[in-house]
């Protein structure tokens, strides 16, 4: 238990689909992030909330869409996804913004496939 | 550009001892991060060093010179339970965290 709790584990989506991600954590954090994970590849930062309020937005498409409704909840809105979207996407939550010497705690992802 | 560089899989022994590495080139340092990820499961936090020198925690220890832009991972009296992907991570100037690839660490018995 990580304390960070992302459903649903996985997913399966065509591409017309419309699906969302959800992320809940129970730490009292007060900074949210979206990251891509694909294979080989380093840890995409998609998207930070602090304090609710969006602070980044790393040139994601607009077929992803974050939603901060309070501290403890994130979602990722997904529409019209392509195949090259197929990863493993991580929700995490620090008691600070970004990597501000502080460790951040990760939920155990969504293995995403679209088709 | 920002870059964090580390070997993409290493092969060591059950009661071995291992050395991870790390190299970063990014605008600015603002600390070091190393995290274990299982396969299918989350990463997990295991050191974070913002000082030269050796940080050690049980079995593991986490090494960075930042004159030199490097940091190492050595993991020791390996077990078959330490199979994992290893990522590190760089805060730069702007407390953006940058990461690496990770490496896939395969214990043999």
């Known amino acids: 238990e990580t304390g960070v709790t992302q459903t649903p584990r996985h997913l399966v989506m065509g591409m017309t689909n419309k699906k969302s991600l959800k992320c809940e954590q129970h730490?009292?954090?007060?900074?949210m992030y979206w990251y891509k994970q694909s294979a080989k590849k380093p840890l995409e930062l998609m998207f930070v909330y602090s304090l609710e309020e969006r602070v980044e937005n790393n040139s994601v498409p607009s077929r992803f869409s974050p939603e901060c409704p309070n501290s403890s909840h994130l979602f990722l809105h997904l529409h019209t996804l392509q195949p090259e979207d197929s990863a493993l996407y991580l929700c995490?939550?620090?008691?600070?913004?970004?990597?501000?010497?502080?460790?951040?705690?990760f939920g155990q992802g969504t293995r995403l496939t679209v088709v | 550009g920002q870059n964090i560089d580390q070997p993409t899989e290493m092969t060591a022994t059950e009661g071995a001892i291992v050395q991870i590495n790390c190299t970063y080139q990014?605008?600015?340092?603002?600390?070091l991060f190393w995290y274990q990820q299982h396969a299918g499961e989350a990463p997990t936090f295991l050191s974070y060093n913002v000082l030269d020198g050796l940080e050690e925690k049980g079995r593991f220890s986490s090494f960075l010179s930042r004159s030199k832009g490097y940091s190492y991972l050595l993991l020791k009296e390996l077990q078959m339970k330490d199979s994992a992907s290893y990522l590190c991570?760089?805060?730069?100037?702007?407390?953006?965290?940058?990461w690496g690839a990770g490496t896939k660490l395969i214990i043999k018995p």
């Open positions: 990014t605008s600015g340092f603002n600390g």
């Open positions: 730490l009292g954090h007060n900074a």
């Open positions: 995490a939550s620090s008691q600070g913004p970004s990597g501000v010497n502080t460790e951040a705690f």
């Open positions: 991570a760089v805060t730069d100037s702007n407390y953006q965290l940058i």
